[in-house]
């Protein structure tokens, strides 16, 4: 069975910093591109970024670059998602999910595979 578990989520202070993990059971990156989503109360689930599998190419949403890295440790099939300069508005449960298709790393919620559980993230002004 593959499994994702994202982990890392917490309450954290405007300005501040957190890494999310997403360690993948029953796959390998080497063939998957790994998306990271978020979505907040009442508001549509978003891409805020993905890696590919080969961890070459990495594509994030406007409001996050500069700000949040993708990045991939593949001896721990795990995948981070580092967040700088955390703001209210990065609130938000915080899903990763795998596409098989890993090559080209997507946006597209429906091209993934499979998700993980999510993880709560919640900045405070």
């Known amino acids: 069975d593959v499994q994702l578990q994202a982990s890392g989520g917490g309450l954290v202070q405007a300005g501040g910093s957190l890494r999310l993990s997403c360690e993948a059971f029953?796959?390998?990156?080497?063939?998957?591109?790994i998306g990271w989503f978020r979505q907040a109360p009442g508001k549509e689930r978003e891409a805020v970024g993905c890696i590919s599998s080969s961890a070459g190419t990495t594509i994030y949403i406007d409001s996050v670059k500069g700000r949040f890295t993708i990045s991939s440790d593949k001896a721990k099939n795990t995948v981070y998602l580092q967040m700088n300069s955390l703001k209210p508005e990065d609130t938000a449960v915080y899903y990763c999910?795998?596409?098989?298709?890993?090559?080209?790393?997507?946006?597209?919620?429906?091209?993934?595979?499979?998700w993980g559980q999510g993880t709560q993230v919640t900045v405070s002004s």
């Open positions: 029953g796959l390998t990156f080497d063939d998957y591109a």
């Open positions: 999910a795998a596409d098989s298709y890993g090559v080209a790393p997507t946006s597209s919620e429906y091209e993934y595979d499979y």
